[in-house]
């Protein structure tokens, strides 16, 4: 059976993964970490050992065997390649997406090269490694295609500048195989004889990670986050027990070669390694070509937005009214044009607008100055604002009003203009500006807190109406030294209260490198954090057909209250989901098998006449024989001729492959919850005889 050729170029995933500390320290553990490295070991002050990631992703690895249609049998970890751009963090979910890049052939008997790239990107949002892979397929080649381009690589002529000797014990990949490539062949003799060895081998990604902590150590030690890439090629298998070398040239500041050889024999098992490390170089978050609105400009936080933008390319419409602290009087010009001129002795290109946020026209007139002086608007931070403080008893509906229109409404006449710019060229980004006074409540400030908490519902849901067009909506709460807090602050604290120290995260959630949507965040004196909503799990009370009892909540009221192992929703949907299933999942858990179509092995015989494919099997003849264990299993055999499909319970006298499995693993397998090339790795499915054939029953079947 030949390798798919079609399957280049497909995209494979996204697979997620899900992984906390004890992952990572189990993947420590088996790559030999102990006390010697406990920063690997223990939780506290964990740190990564950079090859945990390609372990991690074990489960997206196997799709390049199962759609390159590679010959299982002759399958073997030829390269490996990580390239880091991001540490990796000690917890969170991991997404990977590939392909299969290139099929090689090295010739009829010579076997064919399989190569995978995928990225994987964290929950945190960020792009973490890379991994580039190729599998070596012995039994593949001869297919008519290119062979791999020829790569040189040579070792310095000098003996290596570190050495480092480690002995892998007799069970480590009994613990290795825990974090992922349960693979049979590294823990059952009677399959590691049927692939030709006398016992189970060492996994090769289990020797790589006893390299990679020996080059941390020797490289950059303590500081596994500093490892840019690991690359080698597999040469040699190694069994549990023999003590390995790893020798190691540094060849510049940052790169170092590396081979690990089987110290009792000499040969090397790992071949043409290299090593890069390193600081993460920074990349610059530039404006270039970019037009910024920022309302409130003129002054305090705004001007220092306006400045830093600017210095950093983005053309600024630098608004403001030149009015009092509390809004009352006429406005001025002179804040505003002030802004304009220091932008321009820096060399910088900007326009001043005097208009007031507080009405629709003027919010057309802010955004009409950008489009009339730059041509267009890509990012716009309301900032904007005043302040009427008065207990609640006092306040005024002209203060409420005032306080509100400036802040809130203001947002929304200047948003509303530039989101429709912003939709119409498929990027923006808006900032809006909130309060931990709105946030958490602060005396003598109702109509502030109600604004800028409304300036939070109104981002929640323009998030949403962005979210296709690449329009990002974030609101920051800063602390800053400026005239609306000047009779609030200390003195002595107003250097360390800079809007300096906030502007820096405003840029960023206004670049087109923030991927963050909806998000709030704390921002003063160098000291940044997110808030957010957070609901906790909740319960359920009564059987929700019945309204409970008010008695039933005060029994109940700590849970209800609880915010332990809460959660923060992205939407509305999401939470109602949970309240509209918190009742109907139980049940759909006890319905569910009688439901499925293919609940059981014999059911699943039944229906394999009616999903066979004729059309795939004109040219096959094979007998598949099952031994399905368990309560629900028995024998059955499957004769494909002639492009017809027989099924017989019972025994055949010559399968071309038996294919043994349990009854439960069965019916997951047929109903997609488990991927086949996973049984099979993990052993759950054991395919004995030509286990080629085996790889037809995907194509020939529909089951589901
Ligand atoms: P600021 O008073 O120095 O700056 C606000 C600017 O908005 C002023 O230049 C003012 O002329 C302008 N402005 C007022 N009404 C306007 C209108 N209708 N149209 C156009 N411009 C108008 O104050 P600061 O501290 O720089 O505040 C900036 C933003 O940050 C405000 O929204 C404020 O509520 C918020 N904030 C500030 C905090 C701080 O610690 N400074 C704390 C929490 C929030």
Redesign the pocket.
Known sequence: MALNLDAVGKKLGPVTKDYNWKDVVLYALGVGAGFSDLEYCYEKNLKVIPSFSIAAIFDFLSHYASNSNINLAGILHGEQDLIFHQPIPVEGTFTTEGKITHMYDKGEKKGALVIGESDTFHSNGKKLFTSIITLFSRFDGGFGGDNAPKETFTFPDRTPDFEIEETPSQDQPLLYRLSGDVFALHVDTEFAKMAGFEKPIMHGLCTYGFSCRALVQCLVPGEPDKVRRLKCRFSRTLFPGDPIKIQIWKTDENTAVWKTINAKSGETVINNGIFEFGDIPKKEIRFDDQVAVI?????????IYALELAKRGAKVVV???????D?SGG?SAT?AEKVVEEIKALGGEAVAN?????TPE?GENIVKAALESFGTVDILI??????RDKSFIKMEPENWLTVL???LN?AFNVSKPAFKVMREKGFGRIVM?????GLYGNFGQTN?SSA?MGLVGLMNTLKLEGQKYNVKVNTV?????????EDI?PPELFDK?K?EFVSPLVLYLCSSECDANGNIYNA?MGFFNRAAVVTGPGTTIGDGDNPPAIEDIVDNFDTIASLTNGKVYFELNEQVGDAMNAFSAPEKTDTAPAEQKTASASAIFEAMPNAFNAEAAKDVDVIFQYHIAGSGGGDWNCTIKDATCKINSGIHEKPTCTLKMADTDFVDMINGVLPAMQAYTSGKLKIEGDIMKSQLIEKLFRLN
């Open positions: 309302t409130g400009a003129g002054g305090g936080l705004g001007r608004n403001d009214l030149g009015g009092s602290r809004g406005g804040p005097y208009d007031s946020v507080s003027g309301n900032n904007a604002g005043i302040l229109d400036v802040h203001g500006t909130t309060s931990a006074a502030y800028k709460a800063p602390i800053a030294a400026s005239r609306l807090t602050l209260m809007p003063g």
